[in-house]
């Protein structure tokens, strides 16, 4: 079974600088996505950045990138010029590229680290 | 674009009631919806998938005939939590995959439920 793993319960980062988050993850397949959510106050899950497995290139949305090293099971989110609107519960979470009967390739996430954000 | 919605916010019933919490996908039809709990300060705990027109697929200990869910159309899904009791108070967030984007789940803002 597949497992992710972030063992950042809690990441503090000064505004206007950056912070990378870690996520590790265990898997025998060679094909699945990535992903990392945002989930502020509101509690609204907010995607904020998606990596195909098959794609070497790392994923980056504006402020966000990511490092997937594939082979090392690794996916680190790194948040650059940090803004008080980041603070939040980022959650890490795997997607199967196989459905396997009723799973239908459900998301599996991790435990999450919370950011917070000095001004 | 992907908005997933869900009615109502909170909601706060007496126990031995039944309550139902709509998810709609609002810009895209969704031929996947999960349903999640969440528990203060935890991850999302899947309690179960469903396709449209079909019967839903739920986790292990996620009792079916609790919680209900319907799949009525590629826009619609809900959940109804029969006979609620205090241990059934959580947060509750759906999720929809759609046909384009079918690989990436979009979130409902969640709903609040209380059990008294």
């Known amino acids: 079974a597949q497992t992710v793993t972030q063992s950042q319960p809690e990441m503090s980062v000064q505004e206007a600088e950056t912070v990378t988050l870690s996520c590790t993850y265990d898997?025998?397949?060679?094909?699945?996505?990535l992903f990392w959510y945002k989930q502020p106050p509101s509690r609204q899950m907010i995607l904020v950045i998606r990596q195909e497995a098959y794609k070497q290139q790392n994923a980056t949305e504006n402020r966000f990138s990511v490092n997937f090293q594939k082979a090392a099971k690794s996916f680190s989110l790194k948040i650059s010029d940090s803004q008080l609107g980041d603070a939040a519960m980022y959650f890490c979470?795997?997607?199967?590229?196989?459905?396997?009967?009723?799973?239908?390739?459900?998301?599996?996430f991790g435990k999450g680290t919370k950011l917070s954000v000095k001004p | 674009g992907a908005v997933v919605s869900q009615h109502p916010s909170r909601v706060i019933c007496k126990s031995g009631t039944s309550v139902k919490i709509e998810c709609r996908s609002l810009d895209f039809q969704a031929t996947t919806m999960f349903w999640y709990r969440q528990f203060p300060k935890k991850s999302l705990m899947l309690m179960a998938t469903s396709n449209e027109g079909s019967k839903a697929t739920y986790e292990q200990g996620v009792e079916k005939d609790k919680f209900l869910i319907n799949h009525a159309s590629l826009t619609l899904s809900t959940l109804t939590v029969t006979s609620a009791h205090p241990e059934d108070s959580s947060f509750y967030i759906c999720s929809a995959e759609g046909v384009a984007g079918w690989d990436t789940q979009y979130f409902g803002p969640g709903t609040r439920l209380t059990v008294l």
């Open positions: 898997t025998s397949e060679s094909d699945y996505y």
């Open positions: 979470a795997y997607r199967s590229e196989m459905n396997y009967g009723g799973s239908q390739g459900n998301l599996i």
